[in-house]
C-alpha cells in the first residue's frame, strides 16, 4: 500500500513540475542560436533601459526594461513563443526577467546570455542602435 502511494504521489508531481528549461549560456554559445533562430517561434528579450537599448543592442532583439512597472504586462505578449532568449549587461535584469517568466509557468524554453550585450560586443557579434 505504500509503495501504490509513494507512485501515486510522485506520478502528480511530475505532473505539476514545470516543463521550461533554463540554459545559461556565453555571448559565443548564444551566437549560431541568435543567428539562425526562427522568429515565428524565438524571441530576444534585452531587459536594459531604452537608452542602453537605443545605444547598442542585438539585433532583433526586443527591449523590455527590467525594473519597469509595466514587466508582467509587457512579458505576457510573449508567453506563447517557445524559445526566449534574454541578455542585459549584468545578470540582476536578466534574473528578474527569468523570475517573472517563471511565475507566469512559461513553458518554453529560457537561454540566458549570462556574459550579456558586453562579451557579445567584444566577440565582434553585429549590434544595431535606433
Do not use: P
Not at 517561434?41 to 537608452?51: K, L, P, Q, W, Y
Not at 532583439?61 to 517557445?82: C, G, H, M, P, Q
Not at 511565475?103 to 518554453?108: A, H, V
Amino acid at each position: 500500500m505504500k509503495l501504490h502511494i509513494t507512485i501515486i504521489c510522485c506520478f502528480l508531481l511530475c505532473i505539476n513540475a514545470k516543463s521550461q528549461s533554463i540554459e545559461k549560456v556565453t555571448a559565443k554559445d548564444a551566437f549560431e542560436v541568435v543567428i539562425n533562430r526562427d522568429t515565428a517561434i524565438t524571441i530576444i528579450i534585452d531587459g536594459r533601459s531604452d537608452e542602453m537599448y537605443a545605444n547598442k543592442h542585438i539585433e532583433g532583439a526586443i527591449n523590455i526594461y527590467a525594473f519597469s512597472d509595466s514587466l508582467k504586462t509587457e512579458l505576457k505578449n510573449y508567453l506563447e513563443a517557445k524559445n526566449i532568449i534574454v541578455y542585459c549587461t549584468n545578470h540582476k535584469r536578466a534574473e528578474l526577467i527569468i523570475e517573472k517568466l517563471k511565475e507566469f509557468q512559461y513553458n518554453g524554453k529560457i537561454i540566458f546570455i549570462t556574459d550579456g550585450i558586453n562579451a557579445w560586443v567584444s566577440s565582434g557579434y553585429k549590434t544595431v542602435s535606433n
